[in-house]
């Protein structure tokens, strides 16, 4: 008898404790994720960002909350990446420039191929990316990768022709920089956080950036002009990324909303930079400055001069295994089939 009565509560108290079990996985918790963005929430990037953050807890029926920093608030743009893959965030946004050496592959984006909008440039992002599927981000997942429209200079004085340039102290970043040199500027590195206060200071006389930083980061109060260079316009190609062990511990259904979402917000980037450069354009030209077309001729000059950019990206490619010739290929036949 006392031993039928000991197994009954043993049966009974291992049904409570399954019972428990199953309570907690059921009373458990939303999934809590962290999301940093060097963009401050004022501009549209940052915006986007945070509308991100609420569409996946919208679709996952509040299964997922994410805790949004913009502005670099807990890590800046050159140590998004690294914070990434080290778990101080879940997903991060900013440059591939900002960490240069770290993305050979990638960096092909950023050459001056003569972008024409900021659609064109995200669409040949996320092409080149689904394309070649490069090693170098094989350790974070890969949500998507949007980029700016043209890079222009914008300077302090009017630059009319390419002799102008020499000498000239422009901030640039990542293949930016070799751009300038070619062109015989004096490049100077630095992100956009600090280029309002570098141009304002003299620190530098011109900048090399999409017409957007002139309203989304102020410059235009700090510059004169801006010098339409399309024929070496660059672009930087910027990622949202998720630490890979956290994107492997989601649930399956969370992880396909994640990847819906993606596909439609990497489309409200390329809108959102030309709508950008636009307001950039409006801005400028409402403070008085000027906006310096180039001839057909002095374009071909300026390109002329960057060429040698190309064949040093290609031989730096080859030599780390990379097949440079084929991403600027690629590269090149994106621009045109997106600028139709």
Known sequence: MKKKIFLFSLVAIMGVAFLSIGLFKAEAG????????????????????????????????GKVKITYFPGGA???????????????????MSCFAYTRG?????EALDLPMGYTSGYAATMVANDF????????????EVMYIHAHGPGLLHSKKPVYKLEE????????TGLSAKVVKALGGAPVGMPQGGTYEALQKGVVEATFSP????????????????????SVGYTTAMYVMMNMKTWNKLPKDIQKIIEEVNAEWLVKHAAGWDKADQ????????????????S???????????????????????????????YLDFIRKGIKKYSK
């Open 279 to 294: 307001a950039g354009r409006e801005f400028s030209l409402s403070l008085g400055n000027k906006i310096i077309p180039l």
């Open 165 to 172: 340039v020499k000498g000239l102290k422009i901030r640039a």
């Open 74 to 92: 807990l890590l800046k743009g050159g140590d998004m990446y690294d914070g990434i893959l080290k778990g101080i965030t879940d997903i991060g």
């Open 211 to 230: 017409m957007e930083v002139l309203k989304g980061w102020k410059q235009g109060e700090v510059i004169k002009s801006t010098t339409e260079c399309y």
């Open 296 to 326: 057909k001729e002095e374009s071909a000059r300026w390109a002329g001069a960057v060429a040698p950019v190309f064949d040093n990206y290609v031989k730096t490619a080859k030599g780390k295994g990379l097949p440079g010739d084929a």
């Open 30 to 61: 939303p999934i809590k994720l962290t999301y940093s963005n060097f963009f401050p929430p004022s501009h549209f990037n940052g915006s986007l960002g945070a509308s991100w953050a609420k569409e996946i807890e919208k679709r996952s029926n």
């Open 129 to 140: 990316y689904k394309k070649f599927k490069p090693e170098e981000l094989s350790k974070a």
């Open 102 to 106: 770290r993305f050979p592959a990638m």
